[in-house]
């Protein structure tokens, strides 16, 4: 039975351009302009004023309204384990389409985070997004959807461009590791990763390699996609009357080993059936939406069909075209 991947058909697909392609595996992020539609951003943004009441995920407090929520937390973390909107962002179709291409074909939806970033709040200091999300092999990415103009001045993203090429500087043992314990000879172990002040966060070391950070400004609207190694960060909303709301999510290639589930605990040595299988097959546990938001799978049986066989090469040591070797008897 020939594995046989296939993109999604649908009339609204989004389809990625070669250029983006290796923009993204160049320079570790791509930005696509207007992936969510204006209605898609709105139902996104009503849904993030009526989180009144917080979800009960770990240290939110009970019954606060938005504006409480927003003077003590900037972002809420895995809403689409209890909220069906919140699912309907995860795996919107869309953000789907290029996934499915940079990191696909099967995609496993991890993490969702809506951030509120009010004026005076929020920021986050360099930090490599595969240090916190463990995937093995790891195909880490994340998606930043854009619901209010992103700017300097309100703390948007700010990126290294090709900064993805670097390994994961490990935290303190034991927390855990991405690449092969003692296989590197000089991968150093990094402090208060992610604060704010560059002179605390020891990462800053690997980001002074490079003299150009950029801002990545956006609109509602855009999703940039950014690799689980790039280096990046935000500053705090320096405006006094503009939030900065986003919503972020995490995936990875679903044949990827996740021994991740937001620090929460789980049965045996992988989180896989914790998350939502979003596109493709595979062969590792996974989950399926709670909500019943529609995700396109392909079931084993849509696989069994013929593939050319491929070879490298010939009896002779000659190299052979694929459509000779299909063709062959
Ligand atoms: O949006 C932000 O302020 C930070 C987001 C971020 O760094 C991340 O999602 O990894």
Redo the contacts with the bound molecule.
Sequence with gaps: MAYVPRAVERADRYRVKVEQYVHYQRHGYLKVENLLSREDVRRLLEWAETIRQPAPVQSQPEKASLEEVAKTRTRVHQLHRIDATAEWGLLHPRVLDVLEALIGPDVLALQT?L?F?PPGM???GW?Q?AYYITTYPDTLI?A?MALDPADEEN?C?WVIPGSQCEPIYPPDRPYGLIHADGAFEDLFEVQNVSHLDDEVNTLTRVVRKYPDPIPVPMQPGDVLF?HGHIL???YPNRTTDRF?R?F?C?YCNARSWVPWNHGEPYEGDSANYLHILARGNTHLPYATPPFGTPVHLRPPQDDAHDAPPRMMGMEDGNMESVQTTANRV
């Design positions: 985070m951030f970033n929020g920021g986050q930090h997004d994340g930043w703390g993203l950014f990046h960060r935000s900065r986003s972020v995490h």
